[in-house]
């Protein structure tokens, strides 16, 4: 298997950025979360680790963009804290209305 083969991802609502280059995770993102959406899964955690934040940030700009997503938000200390983000999708078959909700958890 060569480098620019693809790798096949579970889809099973979770996607653990840390075997990814960072170059590769806006599009590997709105893929999963595509692919996601088509299975009917709505409710996505994505890791992205904690580290400087880089990924965070650049992760939850993508996800402020993606009609599919209705509102995301920092995973609870159980689910990876604030090295991970929950995503809600819209249902493949709804409209796609809008920009999705950040939920301010900081506070």
Do not use: N
Request: glycine fraction near 12%.
């Amino acid at each position: 298997m060569s480098d620019s083969d693809p790798l096949a991802i579970p889809i099973t609502g979770t996607l653990d950025l840390h075997t990814f280059r960072p170059g590769d995770a806006k599009e590997l993102v709105a893929e999963y979360l595509a692919a996601c959406r088509e299975r009917g899964i709505l409710q996505v955690r994505i890791i992205h680790g904690k580290g400087t934040g880089t990924l965070l940030r650049t992760i939850r700009s993508l996800l402020s963009r993606l009609p599919e997503v209705t509102s995301f938000r920092t995973a609870g200390e159980d689910g990876g804290g604030w090295g991970a983000t929950i995503v809600t999708l819209r249902p493949a078959s709804a409209s796609s209305p809008g920009k999705p909700d950040e939920i301010d958890d900081e506070g």
